[in-house]
């Protein structure tokens, strides 16, 4: 069984920064692709950026130039790096595990539980 655990969510002002963590345990598939979704209050699931195992990487429009997503292969980690954050960038952030780069939730393999962030105006 994959779990993956989330570490790094929480309260920020408008302009600050946070750095989201996410470990993946148990067995995967080799090559696995590691990835963000987040969901606001009301609103659907959304895609935020997505790392392959050979470090290709895919970031949604909304949050490219502010945040940056990396990998730690030899510890099966992933982090996200939000810089420059902005209201309408609270949401609960969700760490993905999938077989190839999804971009809609439907493609996600296994999902992390969740981490709450949440920027003040």
């Known amino acids: 069984q994959v779990q993956l655990v989330e570490s790094g969510g929480g309260l920020v002002q408008a302009g600050g920064s946070l750095r989201l963590s996410c470990a993946t345990s148990?067995?995967?598939?080799?090559?696995?692709?590691m990835g963000w979704f987040r969901q606001a209050p009301g609103k659907e699931r959304a895609f935020v950026a997505a790392i392959t195992w050979s470090n290709n990487i895919l970031v949604a429009s909304s949050v490219k130039g502010r945040f940056t997503i990396s990998r730690d292969n030899a510890k099966n980690t992933v982090y996200l790096q939000m810089n420059s954050l902005k209201p309408e960038d609270t949401a609960i952030y969700y760490c993905?595990?999938?077989?190839?780069?999804?971009?809609?939730?439907?493609?996600?393999?296994?999902w992390g539980q969740g981490t709450q962030v949440t920027v003040s105006s």
């Open positions: 148990g067995r995967t598939d080799s090559n696995y692709v």
């Open positions: 993905a595990n999938s077989r190839g780069i999804a971009t809609m939730p439907e493609g996600v393999n296994y």
